[in-house]
Each structure stands twice: as structure tokens, then as C-alpha cells.
């Protein structure tokens, strides 16, 4: 008969429900995957071997914005952590014993002099690139809103500028480092990861906010040029 060849309302309905159903399930386990962006990375290793150690807000993201924000955030926390750590360090190996008095004291005093040693190369360079990169960050503290594309500007000079790698990353630790300043190595080499991962994901958060805001950011506005300086420290 011509009617049993006509397909019914409801199944013609079916697969629609069940496109829509689908549909909202992957938005709701959401199919956004920050982790891909390691991909884009120019150390694609050293990312997904970072990325399970990111906390719940950054590795979770829901979209670029989260991911941007909450990574650069995240990053600074860590940059100033790495910062102060520098800073005791220099502070120890710097400061001078109390004056004392007494032959006895005074004899003590050199000695205790013996044991204090000048701050070694990979202490001196990461403190300062650990610097730098704070300065990547804050953008010479301009407000918020004006600094990704300042940020995406630099570490785009820092990681495709052609520039070498800073001390504190290719050379340290090395064999005269102490254990602070192997600690001290390790945690810029986070650092810098978590940059690496920032300058993959900031082309994707501007386009994005470009689109959002109805107009260009400024993609040259004058920036501190510090990333040609993070590459050059000694």
C-alpha cells in the first residue's frame, strides 16, 4: 500500500531528538579540551607533562577565557613564589656577619665568613630572568583589559624570535649549582612551560575577544621589550 511506504511523524522525530539529545550532552561533559592546546606548543613534551599538575580551575577550563585567565593568574603565582625564593637565597648568601667586639668573637666571625659563598651564576640569572618574566605579566602594570595582546606580543618574540634559550633554562642546573639553585631551575622551568602553554592559547582568547568586543585589539601597542632581554640574559 502508498501509506506503508510514508514514514511516520515520530520517526522522522527520533533522530532529530536524538541529535539534539547528543548534542547537549557533549556540551554539558563539555568537549572543550585545554589540554589540546599543548599541541600548539614548542615544547609539546614538557606541556602534557606539566598539565596534570595544573590545578582543578586552569587544567578544567571551560572555554579560552577561563583557560587564558585563570592560566596567566595561576602563572603568576608561581613566578612570584619562584621570586621570593631568589631573593632569600641572594639575601643568605649576602649578608654580612653581625661586628663583634672581642679577639675571640672576631676570630669566630672569619670563620663563619669561610662557610658564606657569593652567589653562583644560575642563582644571579634566574633570579633575574625570573624577573623578567614578571615583567612579560604586569606589563610595566598597565591595566588589565590593555595587557594580553602585550603578553602575546612578547612571549611571542620569546619563543619564535629566534633568540636562545636564557641561562636559567639551557644551562641550569649545572655541576657548581647548590641544591637551592637546582630548586630554583626546576621552578623556572615550570614557569616557562606554563608561558609556553600561555602563548599557544592567547591567538585563540584575542580572536575571540576581538569578535566579542566589535573591534582589533591593538595588537603593537608599545610594550616593555622585555622578552628579547628574558632570551639574552646571561
Known amino acids: 500500500m502508498a501509506g506503508s511506504s510514508l514514514a511516520s511523524p515520530l520517526s522522522l522525530v527520533l533522530p532529530l531528538l536524538f541529535l539534539l539529545v547528543t548534542t547537549a550532552i557533549r556540551g554539558a561533559t563539555g568537549s572543550y579540551n585545554p589540554k589540546a592546546f599543548c599541541s600548539k606548543t614548542t615544547d609539546v613534551a614538557s606541556c602534557l607533562k606539566v598539565f596534570p599538575t595544573l590545578p582543578d580551575n586552569v ?109 636559567c633554562k639551557s644551562g641550569c642546573p649545572d655541576r657548581s649549582s647548590s641544591e637551592g639553585e637546582a630548586v630554583l631551575a626546576t621552578k623556572f622551568n615550570y614557569i616557562w612551560t606554563l608561558l609556553d602553554l600561555m602563548e599557544a592559547v592567547l591567538p585563540e582568547y584575542l580572536s575571540e575577544e576581538t569578535m566579542t568586543s566589535g573591534a582589533k585589539h591593538k595588537t603593537m601597542i608599545p610594550s616593555p621589550d622585555v622578552a628579547a632581554t628574558v632570551a639574552t640574559t646571561p
Open 59 to 167: 587544567s578544567k577550563a571551560q572555554d579560552n577565557q577561563e583557560l587564558y585567565k585563570r592560566l596567566v593568574r595561576y602563572c603568576s603565582i608561581k613566578t612570584y613564589e619562584a621570586s621570593s625564593l631568589a631573593e632569600a637565597m641572594i639575601a643568605t648568601t649576602t649578608v654580612a656577619p653581625a661586628i663583634v667586639s672581642t679577639n675571640f668573637f672576631k676570630e669566630k666571625k672569619a670563620d663563619m665568613t669561610m662557610f658564606k659563598t657569593p652567589p653562583g651564576k644560575c642563582l644571579l640569572s634566574c633570579n633575574k630572568t625570573i624577573g623578567d618574566v614578571d615583567d612579560i605579566l604586569t606589563c610595566g602594570h598597565t591595566y588589565m583589559e590593555d595587557r594580553p595582546p602585550i603578553i602575546h606580543q612578547n612571549l611571542t618574540v620569546l619563543f619564535h624570535g629566534g633568540y636562545p634559550l636564557p641561562l
